[in-house]
Structure formats: structure tokens, C-alpha cells
């Protein structure tokens, strides 16, 4: 058998480690430059680490949004301008018109009448030239009588009578209980009407003396007058 030799292997071993050492060294080298090329590339190819980045053009804003123009609402006017009223309701030629019913626009006419008994109608008619209203009743005054006759409150109508150039209101009086439970009986020669105003037993302007039957109208204690009512029929309850 032949012995080994051992002095080549060694020469072969040692021979052998440089050229390893500097292929690691290559590797290495060539992977550091790849490195660099990679972490260092921007849009235009390469840059130098953190220093192109932060020389880097910050992006531009965005352009804002179009505004979409708000509703047109009406602009508020200054303080001490002049503004507008708000129109009011119109006036009719028939309110401007309207008066108070009194002794010097309406004539004024009493009858006594058979039925029903006891009564006396008072008739008023328009005759100036403007709408007149008559307001609430008649107040009756026979002579010196020192007492308002009462009225008759289930004849006050719905709504004040208001008398038209020409038109004619009415009235009716109770002038004695036809049971003769009436007192102080006596005739009346001259009779006085008043009108009332707005409110009740408020003066409407001038009263009225219509002309009486020459024998005179009787009357006693229960004496009362109706409300001024549109038509003849209602104010005799007939």
C-alpha cells in the first residue's frame, strides 16, 4: 500500500482560501452597490438619500370647490330706511257714508194702531244723503214723564238696522196692559223721541217731536218699547 502524502492537501487548503475570501468580497461589494442603486432611485432615475426628498416640491393644494350660489333671499334694509306699510283694508263708499239716524236726518211718524191693542207704531225714514244706522230703541218721553220707559229685550235683532237713503226703520210701543194691571194712567199730548249713539242711552244728535192724534195717546205704567226692527210686522210682533 502507499502511504499518503499530506504536505500537497495542505498546500491546497491554504491556496484555495484567499480566492474564496475575495469572491465574498466581490459579492458583497456588488450587493452594496445594488442597494444603492434601489433605495436611491425618484422620478427622474436617482437621487442622493434624504436630501432629494426633502427638497422635494410640496403637492399643490387642490382648486377649492365652485361655491354653488345660495337662494337670492331679500336683503334686509338698512335701519332709518324707509319702508313700505302694509296696505290696509280698503274703505267702502258705504262706510264713509254712514252716519248716526237722529231727528235732523230721518222723519219721524206715530200711529196708534187697533191690533194688536194698546200699541203705537213709530215709523223712521231716511231722508238725508247718507246711509244712517239706528242703534238699540227708541226712548219715549210723553210731557214731563220723569221715567225711561223699558225695552222690550226679545226684540233686539241680530244686527243694528241701517237705513238707506228713502228707507224706513220701525218701532212698536206697548202703551197700556190690555188687563189693566198697568198704573198711573194718564194722556200724553206731546211725545219726544231720542236716538241713542254707539252705546246704549248715548246721545245720537238730535231727538224728534212727531205730531200726535189732536185727542192725545194713553198710557200707564206699562209703557215699553220694542227694539228698532226692519220691517212693521216685526216691530208690532204681528
Known amino acids: 500500500m502507499h502511504a499518503f502524502h499530506r504536505e500537497p492537501l495542505v498546500r491546497t487548503a491554504r491556496t484555495s482560501r484567499p480566492h474564496a475570501v475575495r469572491r465574498l468580497a466581490g459579492a458583497a461589494a456588488a450587493a452594496l452597490v445594488v442597494l444603492s442603486l434601489t433605495g436611491c432611485q425618484d422620478d427622474t432615475g436617482f437621487k442622493d438619500g434624504g436630501e432629494a426628498a426633502a427638497s422635494s416640491p410640496a ?7 365652485a361655491s354653488t350660489p345660495a337662494a337670492s333671499t331679500p ?29 235732523a236726518n230721518t222723519g219721524v211718524t206715530v200711529q196708534p194702531v187697533s191690533r194688536p191693542l194698546n200699541h203705537m ?5 231716511n231722508t238725508g244723503s247718507k246711509t244712517c244706522d239706528l242703534t238699540y230703541y227708541p226712548v219715549l218721553r210723553f210731557d214731563e214723564m220723569q221715567w225711561v220707559p223699558a225695552a222690550q229685550q226679545q226684540t233686539r235683532p241680530q244686527a243694528v238696522v241701517s237705513l238707506a237713503p228713502g228707507e224706513s ?13 198697568g198704573e198711573g194712567g194718564t194722556t200724553g199730548h206731546r211725545l219726544t223721541i231720542a236716538f241713542q249713539g254707539r252705546t246704549p242711552l248715548s246721545d245720537a244728535g238730535a231727538s224728534a217731536t212727531p205730531p200726535l192724534p189732536p185727542a192725545g195717546v194713553a198710557y200707564d205704567s206699562s209703557l215699553s218699547v220694542t227694539y228698532w226692527q226692519r220691517s212693521s210686522a216685526d216691530a208690532l210682533g204681528s
Do not use: F, H, M
Not at 334686509?76 to 274703505?91: D, E, F
Not at 207704531?121 to 225714514?125: A, E
Not at 226703520?169 to 194691571?181: K, N, Q, V
Open 59 to 65: 403637492p399643490e393644494a387642490a382648486p377649492p370647490a
Open 75 to 103: 336683503a334686509a334694509a338698512p335701519k332709518g330706511s324707509p319702508t313700505a306699510a302694509a296696505p290696509s283694508a280698503p274703505t267702502t263708499a258705504g262706510d264713509q257714508q254712514r252716519v248716526l239716524c237722529n231727528g
Open 121 to 125: 207704531l213709530i215709523t223712521v225714514k
Open 169 to 181: 226703520g220701525y218701532a212698536g210701543a206697548l202703551l197700556s196692559a190690555a188687563d189693566g194691571s
